[in-house]
């Protein structure tokens, strides 16, 4: 984070208790996870493990839901015990409004399992919200990032100048580039008359065909797409197919109206920055 922040990382890993800058925190442990936030104007809850990286046997899924309620129920009783209540930045998903909605959704929406984690998720961050003095839930949109999740499995199937996106292609993604969220982050934080629900996406979505084309077009001079039908998805996936056969529109109505400035407003722009 920038602009003269000072930030203190909370960390399960305990080689990092001797470290600047770390806090040792277990949201897991009931008992011995609260943590003195003596002097902190702000905690930003982006805790969740990866909804793409592993399949959803039934010990995942209990995972998924716990690794982002525990972290907010922690925060909630770590808050309490503050003399000044902080600002309180938590996470969601687009995932809360459901699939198959391709006219414009906002702010307002909101089963398949996605949904079941995000309301499970907002209603912790909701609880945990009660301690602070400003509450700010991002409803986070597919992130592109070139370290994993979705943009990462789109590009690794380009092989030799051919490419693939999952079938139907007109599914709409709604994205965000890494940068933008951790910008955005910064712009909530400066700007105290923002609360409440902020979607996290660009402001332009796009097909996935449209996105597989852009990164052809960022890799190869020349290449061909083919559509992966939502067999073959299930097969590679299992239920993880829905995160990139569902489609979903979502805008940032939001982050637009607080006048907030898109380093990414275009997928094509996004993709040139994380291939170069």
Known sequence: MSNGHEVFILTRNPSYHDKNGYIIWNPYDAQKGDIDLTGIDVVI????ASIIAKKWTSTYRTELIQSRTLPNDSLARSMKMMSHPPVYISASAIGIYGPDIKSSVNESRGENFVQTICKAWEEAASNAALQAGRHCLLRIGIVLADSGGAFKKINDGFKFGLGAYFAPGDQIYS???IDDVCNLINFIIENDNISGVIDAVAPHP??????ARVIGKARFNNFLLFPLPKLFAKLLLGDRQQLLTDSIKVLPGTALENGYTFTYNEIESAVENLLR
């Not at 809850?45 to 969740?48: H, P, S, V, Y």
């Not at 796009?206 to 996105?211: H, N």
Request: glycine residues 8%; hydrophobic residues 55%.
């Open 45 to 48: 809850n982006l805790a969740g």
């Open 175 to 177: 994205w965000i580039h």
């Open 206 to 211: 796009v097909t996935a065909r449209k996105l």
